[in-house]
């Protein structure tokens, strides 16, 4: 049943571009662009494109959450059995579809887990792109949470004017704060960098006395 619903994903055993694969300039890689592209003609045919987005929305931040599910994943002593067992527990209680499930499933057995947080980025920011939206990166020190990616959406989209998509990525060197880039701004309200402007400035040399 699942392969003839994914029939987009068959060929995916090379890294030859395929038709229609989504735009990669925001950093996906060749291989979770071709399996976005896929997941997103589906969900188009089945004008499902919203559902499918929450879906993976809420996937994405699971994983964001549970440090379990995110080792569940790339977990390289797990069997695909075991992985998809758990995987398929997990969508099932928070009531994802059946479209998502059943290309998670292919995913799996296809062994692709490790690139899945990768695909979920690859398929928003395509259905971003073409909605006219903006893609957001927002990397913090710790994990954000989906009230605070919320506010951050919402904060930027007073700034900005229009819906902005929030792809949140984690950096501990960070310290505190956020880092975000919209398109060719850059803000950086980090704790790391301000720590380095205070080093700078007491490092500077002190006139008068």
Do not use: C
């Amino acid at each position: 049943m699942r392969s003839r619903m994914y029939k987009p994903l068959n060929s995916f055993g090379s890294d030859r571009p395929t038709r229609g694969t989504v735009a990669t300039e925001r950093g996906a890689s060749g291989l979770a662009a071709r399996y976005a592209s896929a997941l997103f003609e589906l969900a188009d045919e089945r004008k499902a494109l919203d559902e499918t987005a929450r879906d993976l929305s809420t996937l994405r931040a699971l994983f964001r959450e549970s440090p379990d599910l995110t080792r569940l994943v790339r977990s390289p002593v797990m069997g695909r059995a075991d992985q998809a067992a758990g995987l398929q527990a997990v969508m099932a209680a928070v009531g994802l579809s059946e479209v998502v499930r059943n290309f998670v499933g292919v995913v799996t057995d296809n062994r692709r887990l490790h690139a899945l947080p990768a695909m979920i980025d690859a398929f928003l920011a395509e259905l971003a792109r073409r909605r006219g939206e903006l893609t957001a990166d927002v990397w913090s020190a710790q994990p954000l949470t989906s009230a605070q990616l919320d506010a951050v959406g919402e904060a930027l989209r007073r700034s900005v004017g229009q819906k902005v998509q929030v792809r949140a990525q984690v950096d501990p060197t960070l310290i505190g704060g956020l880092v975000v880039k919209v398109g060719s701004r850059l803000v950086d309200a980090s704790v790391k960098t301000k720590l380095a402007r205070l080093q700078t400035a007491l490092k500077a040399p002190v006139l008068g006395g």
